[in-house]
């Protein structure tokens, strides 16, 4: 167990396993003595964990020798690729970024599981939301992955500063703006020290550059999930370079002002320990912060946090002229009080993926593990505790209160947290993550370098849509436009 | 060959094998000695060289069941150069005013006349010759670049991010390193203890060092918090700043680098003749005098071959920058080791390999001039 | 045997040599006697050998104490005095020693064997090539050896590109080249010296990790060596070569030659001089020079990172991967990296009379 999560969480633990053995009993597992499935993920504690404590019950009861196999997450992706790739074989299954598969999908490196799916009672696919059964685990209709893990940006603030302020929660980025400028400066902890009005990451080559997407979800895609909000979807012209975005990095350069003097060099863990220890008013992040804000060891914000569907804009991108057109039943169908809002699937939550080079009993057990974990009566336990990194993704999660009460949320705070991961999951407009060949080189590379230096001053922003323009445009060319443009729709499911 | 075993040759014919293999080995000496360490090096050396220049020049595709490597000549090298990747790699480079022009020119007739000189001289070869013509030509490549990096109001890129690092900190880690040995080489109480003590940096993990740093040069939660409070900067940053990062990455790598200077030279300076040293003092010479007439020719050879070492370590430098600010702010602390990691890491490995060796390039062009105009003077000089 | 003692002979020796009487205030810059030091100068001296002590052991100081706070220690501020600032805790040293101990085990365990292992590879390799570079006379012919290298890069280019087994192409590699030599071998002319190939080791050294990190994973993948110990001792042990050559070349340099003659005439082999007679007047530079190249293995992260598979992590690896999506986990990381110190430095200690022996001294002079 994990040293400083004290008791709470051995609790739940034990809860969890007892549990599991009472649900393998019911289920009948399958035998598979001798077969060793080595798993890659991440070194944790996060998404390791879990996989690392459940994995004795699931040897016990098949047989199975399960080998969790972790490495630093900015290698992750590279390490597995190089091993499947050369046909090294190493690894028989991994636990990584749904956003990732299509690398993986495209040379056939992954097992099809769709009739696995279809004939696997116990995972109960019905529970999990709409969006990451249809387009996170699929690719062009096929699923590929089993979710573990919900990600999607939300924004968090702080309900004790909004009260003292008298401002509801932000709706439009103009309020969120409005809210960071009011708070900033104020004393949040106590301390007689101004703190921060918000606190978003913006590291370089970190996990810092989804949040643009987020910003520019609400401005670019309004038509539903499969309009996408990173290319036309007819000719793979980038949507960087108009009105939209130019506002989403307004938005974005001007919430610096109300931030630490170094989140230019913040990850995401330093913003959440800013934002759980009481020095921010706002930020944006994914499911993470509800779970680590109530552990009172490391949280001076327990029932003092707020979560909302990612603010939104009441003007959206018109693509066919490259400006901005106010809201209306055309342009806005699924608007909420006039604002569109797109919450953005960031990452796309951690899944599981089986080798296909791999002999069959060892993709079978390799899935068999993964349902194991999926399974409402263990993924329910996860979720709830901070540790796990798991975030809801099944619609049992969000519509029972029980769970988070005990896990040590109040009625109020489980409910605003539940609520927006509700409102997010049940938005018809999400924004996938992009998802085609080599995307980490659009987004890793020429999306997050511009943003750097446009953060940094080296560049203005008009140099920042035309160099990520011209980035993207070069990357099409280089890897091929219409492949790109294919792999481009069928992630949207068209 | 002795007597001895040529007595033992005839005690039976077991024997005689022995002694004729012994016989043949000791032919071969000369090449058992040498050949393993060569074989190794050679194949360690060659095998990767030509794999990479292959990738260099090549695309990498992931394709059905593995993967492809389709060849595009020098496409690679032109977007580091000339294309998108030229502010990431050569920096945002403005046009010249009347100043950096004016240096330019200075510089140009200064390396023309070093190499009119060298080339009318008659001892130099034709090897000396390319060899100046290159590492001239390098020089003043190198000086526009910084002139139009700098003085021109552009960025530098991870070429000269890198030269910056080099150059920077391996004069501020010699210059710190010698002083301290200096001080170490007065007659002092407890000179083992300071020379423990002051080595032990080297064998830190650099990885843990860059993350120590992170935790010292934190303005707000840092050790230091208090000192930049107090003096109104605590609401500032040196990770936002491209100088003051920079410095961050150079302060760091000189905490680890000082120490192997300063026990070299520390032993360098212990070694040198005590009679010219006395018969210096017993002339009433001071202490600079001192130094400048007998320790510093003494120790002129050591120093240059420790900084020939330090400069070729200097070039690779990445897990400071990649932990303290991976590579920001902007592309300000990226060196050219991490520009090729973060290449490679989104399986760029064409671009990867392009930057890997163009960083090849300059590293042999500067350490081999370094070698050749440098330490091969300071050793003829003064032994 | 003697060893060569080059311990500074101390200068007391005309210590009592009087100086003619200075005024008052000259006198804190005179010192009253050669070999001593004014009082001036001892203030510069140990102010500034103080202030180095206070830069070199802070930070390794506040890892210790980063180690034994708790997240909201390192998060709220800077909190400096253990009892007095905060309360200690040794969750951190719990976590890594017994919640995670295997995992940390294992690693550490990988780190020592590959880190000593090839360092004796090294050190013995490295060792005789500098031995015989500084008393036996190579003259290499320019001409084979550019030969050697075009057939090598054709065996390599058969390997790579028309898929040849590796084999083949090493006998075929062989076979041609001795023909070839057998051929034309003696119209060579130019040769190499003992300096021009101690300069192309040396140089070896100046290739970047990141050109030949992804090529040298090919390599052990098609010998099918990925993902064990021995890769990176191999690995380790060729890099660190060329520092081997390096450092000792001079150290058998300054070996006075009589006693391996002497030796010769008594009959003993070229093997049993190097080892038995100049290997143990070595000792305070194979001390030296193997510390280093220690500490190089040990602490290694780029290549580890490319060559680690599932089984062979080493600790470099494991402090790096602190950095979590939660944020660095500055306490664990601290306690890494000082169980990372601490053997090198207990080594260092242990060696500390043989390096001190100023063998350090001979090591970089020509």
Partial sequence: ????????????????????????????????????????????????????????????????????????????????????????????????APQWSVDFITPGFLVDLTDWVAADDALEVDDIAGFFREFSQQFSGRTYMLTLDGDFQMAYYRTDVLAQLGMDPPETWDDYLAIAEAAHGMDMNGDDQPDYGSCIS?????????????????????????????????????????????????????????????????DVGDTRSLFTIGRCALTIDWGDIGTLAIDPENSNVVDLVGATMLPGSTEVLDRATGELVPCDDATCPYAINGVNRAPFAAFGGWSGGINAAVDERTQE?????????????????????????????????????????????????????????????????????????????????????????????????????????????????????????AAYRASLGL | MTAAPADRDTVGPSVGRRARFEEWAERQASLVFILPATLVILGFSLFPLLVSAYLAVSRFRLGPGGFELSFVGFANFRKLLFGSEQFHFLGRLEALGPLSW??????????????????????????????????????????????????????????????????????????????????????????????????IPV???????????????????????????????????????????????????????????????????????????????????????????????????????????????????????????????????????????????????????????????????????????VVRRARREHL | MTTIDRRPTPVTSIAHHTMPQPGPIARLFEPRRIGKMSPMTAFVVYGGLLFWTVIVVFPLYWLLVTSVKLPIDVNEGPRYLPFIDFQPSAHAWRYVFIDIGGDTFRPYVNSLIIATVSTVLAMLVGSMAAYALVRIEYRPSLGS??????????????????????????????????????????????????????????????????????????????????????????????????????????????????????AQLDGASRYRIFFDIVLPLAKPGIAATGLLVLV?????????????????????LLVAAQNATRGPQWWYMSVLIVIMIVPVVTIALFLQRLIARGLLVGSVKG
């Fill in chain 1, 202 to 266: 913006k590291k370089r080559n970190a996990q810092a550059y989804w949040a643009i997407h987020s910003i520019a979800g609400a401005f670019l895609q309004s038509q539903g999930t499969s309009q996408g909000a990173f290319f036309d979807p007819e000719t793979m012209a980038p949507l960087v370079n108009n009105a939209g975005f130019r506002a989403a990095l307004e938005i974005y350069v001007a919430t610096t002002e109300f931030g630490p003097p170094d989140e230019i060099n913040l």
């Fill in chain 3, 145 to 262: 050896i550019v030969m050697f290298l075009a057939c090598l890069a054709a065996a390599i280019v058969a390997v790579v590109a028309a898929g040849v087994p590796w084999w083949i192409a090493a006998v075929g590699l062989v076979a041609v080249f001795l023909l070839l030599l057998r051929a034309i071998g003696r119209r060579f002319q130019r040769r190499l010296g003992n300096a021009d190939i101690q300069f192309w080791i040396i140089s070896q050294r100046i290739l970047p990790p990141v050109v030949v990190a992804l090529p040298i994973y090919v390599m052990f993948q098609n010998l099918g060596l990925l993902n064990t110990r021995t890769a990176f001792i191999i690995t380790y042990a060729t890099i660190n070569l060329p520092i081997v050559v390096w450092l000792m070349h001079d150290f058998f340099a300054s070996i006075p030659i009589d006693l391996e003659e002497s």
């Fill in chain 2, 102 to 199: 004016a240096v330019l020119i200075g510089v140009a007739a200064l390396l023309g006349w070093w190499l009119a000189r060298a080339y009318r001289n008659p001892k130099t070869g034709v090897i000396g010759k390319v060899g100046r013509t290159i590492t001239a030509t390098v020089a003043l490549g190198l000086t526009a670049l910084t002139l139009t990096t700098t003085l021109a109001g552009g960025a530098f890129g991870s070429l000269m991010t890198t030269l910056f690092y080099v150059v920077v900190g391996c004069t501020l880690q010699f210059l710190i390193g010698l002083g301290l040995a200096i001080l170490c080489a007065q007659p002092i109480v407890g000179r083992n203890v300071f020379r423990i003590l002051f080595f």
């Fill in chain 1, 1 to 96: 167990m994990i040293a400083f999560h004290g008791v709470k969480s051995a609790r739940v633990c034990l809860l969890a396993a007892a549990t599991s053995v009472l649900a393998l009993g019911t289920a009948g597992a399958q035998d598979y003595s001798g077969v060793t499935v080595n798993i890659m993920t991440f070194t944790g504690p996060q998404i390791a964990e879990p996989l690392q404590r459940r994995a004795p019950d699931f040897e016990a009861a098949t047989g199975a020798d399960i080998n969790v196999i972790t490495v630093p997450f900015s290698d992750l992706y590279t390490r597995l690729l190089t091993d499947w790739a050369t046909r090294t074989n190493s690894v028989d299954a991994a636990v990584f």
């Fill in chain 1, 365 to 485: 057990a390799a899935y068999a593990f993964f349902s194991f974990m999926s399974r409402p009566e263990h993924s329910n336990e996860d979720v709830t505790i901070g540790i796990t990194g798991f975030n809801p993704y099944r619609v049992s999660q969000f519509e029972n209160l029980d769970r988070w009460l005990a896990a040590g949320m109040s009625e109020e705070a489980a409910s605003s947290y539940l609520g927006a991961i509700g409102d997010s999951l049940s938005s018809p407009n999400m924004i996938i993550d992009l998802r085609i060949p080599q995307n980490q080189r659009y987004q890793q590379v020429v999306l997050d370098t511009a943003l750097a230096r446009l953060l940094a001053g080296e560049i203005d922003i008009d140099d920042a849509m035309a160099q990520i323009e011209a980035g993207w445009d070069e990357l099409n060319d280089e890897i091929g436009r219409d492949d790109q443009l």
């Fill in chain 3, 296 to 316: 190089l293995a040990w602490n290694e992260y780029l290549l580890a990172l490319f060559l680690s598979g599932a089984d062979v992590q080493t600790m470099p």
């Fill in chain 2, 203 to 373: 064998m830190v993990t650099p990885v843990g060092i860059a993350y120590a740093f992170r935790m010292l040069a934190d303005m707000s939660r840092g050790p230091l918090a208090p000192i930049w409070s107090a003096f109104g900067l605590g609401e500032l940053s040196w990770a936002a700043d491209p100088w003051a990062a920079r410095m961050v990455v150079v302060i760091g790598d000189s905490w680890q680098w000082v120490p192997f200077i300063f026990i070299v030279l520390l032993a360098a300076l212990e070694n040198q003749p005590r009679e010219q040293l006395e018969a210096a003092q017993l002339d009433g010479a001071s202490g600079w005098q001192t130094f400048r007439d007998v320790s510093w020719p003494a120790i002129a050879p050591t120093a240059a071959t420790v900084m020939l070492i330090r400069i070729i370590e200097a070039f690779k430098i990445i897990d400071l920058p990649n932990v303290l600010t991976n590579g920001g702010p902007g592309i300000a602390t990226e060196s050219m080791t991490l520009h090729s990691f973060f290449a490679w890491r989104t399986q760029d490995l064409g671009g990867s390999a392009a930057v890997a060796y163009m960083l090849l390039f300059v590293s042999v062009v500067i350490s081999v001039s370094f070698f050749h105009f």
